[in-house]
C-alpha cells in the first residue's frame, strides 16, 4: 500500500469488506440451496463450509476495528 494516502487506504478496506461480506452472503446461500437438495455431506457443501468459516472470522475482525 506505499503511496496510499489515508483516504485511499480506508477506500481500500471497505472495498475489501464489502467483498468479504457479499463472498460470506453468497457462499451462505449456495449453502442453503446444497442442504435443501440433500448434499450436505458432498464435499462442495464441505468446502463451502470451511470458506464459511473464514469469511465470518475476517468478517468479525474487520467489524471489530470499525470497517
Do not use: N
Amino acid at each position: 500500500m506505499d503511496g496510499m494516502d489515508d483516504a485511499a487506504r480506508l477506500a481500500a478496506y471497505d472495498e475489501f469488506a464489502a467483498g468479504v461480506r457479499d463472498e460470506l452472503e453468497a457462499t451462505k446461500a449456495r449453502m442453503g440451496e446444497l442442504a435443501a437438495a440433500g448434499r450436505v455431506k458432498s464435499a462442495t457443501y464441505r468446502q463451502l463450509f470451511a470458506a464459511r468459516v473464514t469469511l465470518r472470522e475476517i468478517d468479525a475482525r474487520l467489524r471489530e476495528r470499525g470497517l
